[in-house]
């Protein structure tokens, strides 16, 4: 177990190391020069040379990268060229909305996922299964702006149960989980019923049922624990992809969390702010995939890294 965990350390920093590089690269051959942003279209040669300089904008690629990744070793992302805050400043003061979006969405996605994935396993081939991968198919389907303002439409404009956007605690997060999560429950329901189904035609489920199984015990203990582990990877991408920022649904819900900070900082050319975002959500993907294979043990004991 400690080998496999030393070797998974040693590929997540290669694969830091490589996102680092490919962010670095994107981001600087990107059109434009930021110092026009800052400075404005009416900035000279000489004002614009000397932010350049200032900013260390005009240093060959090489050697700008290697001081930006000295400077990550010591956990400084830079600063950002419009607000004058450490990018650090700006995760941390984002990062717990962002945070509670994802677990919230998480969590709703996981439940409904499961519960449509199992009954359309259990029901295989009747209307129940079609409606259940049916209802999967529009969550997977559609647009997330699409489900955010129907959302919007129904609650906040016409019911004005839940605010229209903005943040304000746990209330005003409902509607955003409940788009996000629709996605990730049309995924995990698929998933689910693939792999109760895999389960289901196992020799050790028909001796089940033939002891006299009840039929919550076979499907909850026999068939859904068993058929687990693409499930919780699944949920585990599914939870770093949205905890790297939900951007479409935190600019349509006007929330403040990485997803709006990441578009802001993209149209002002703030470099130092979207690639210390992309390095933060890159990190985050390639850790909680790292959490998840370790649960692996925990699920099937049969599993053993060695």
């Known amino acids: 177990m400690l080998s496999y965990v030393l070797k998974r350390i040693f590929t997540m920093i290669i694969t830091i190391i490589g996102v680092s590089i490919l962010v670095f690269m994107i981001i600087h051959f990107i059109p434009g020069n930021p110092v026009n942003h800052i400075l404005g279209d009416y900035a000279t040669e000489d004002s614009i040379k000397e932010l350049e300089q200032r900013l260390g904008l005009d240093r060959p690629m090489v050697v700008q990268y290697l001081s930006y990744m000295g400077n990550v070793i010591h956990g400084d992302l830079g600063t950002s060229f419009i607000t004058g805050y450490t990018v650090v400043e700006e995760i941390m003061n984002r990062l717990p909305i962002t945070a509670q979006l994802a677990l919230y969405s998480i969590i709703f996605g ?35 702006f699409w489900i955010a303002l129907f959302l919007i439409l129904i609650f906040s404009y016409q ?32 998933m689910t019923r693939s792999s109760m189904l895999d389960i289901i035609k196992q020799d050790y489920i028909r001796t ?7 039929a919550m015990r076979l499907i909850i203990q026999h068939c859904l624990q068993n058929a687990v582990i693409p499930v919780v990877t699944l949920i585990g991408m599914q939870f770093g992809y949205l905890m790297a920022g939900a951007v479409v649904t935190e600019t349509v819900y006007a929330l403040p969390g990485l997803g709006s900070l990441i578009v802001s900082a993209i149209s002002t050319r703030d470099i130092p702010t979207v690639q210390g975002l992309l390095m933060f ?7 909680v995939n790292f959490v998840v294979d370790l649960l692996y043990t ?4 049969r599993i053993r890294y060695e």
Do not use: H
Not at 281 to 287: C, E, N, Q, T
């Open 208 to 214: 089940a049922r033939a002891k006299g199984a009840g």
């Open 110 to 144: 996981s439940i409904i996922g499961i519960s449509v994935g199992v009954i359309a396993a259990v029901k295989k081939n009747t209307i129940w299964d079609q409606i259940a991968m049916t209802l999967a198919l529009i969550g997977i389907s559609a647009p997330g």
């Open 281 to 287: 959500m890159g990190a985050i993907i390639i850790l």
């Open 298 to 301: 925990k699920l099937d004991p």
């Open 159 to 190: 019911l004005s149960i839940f605010p229209i956007s903005g943040y304000s605690g746990f209330y005003s997060l409902i509607l955003p989980s409940i788009t996000l999560g629709l996605g990730s429950a049309g995924s995990i329901a698929r």
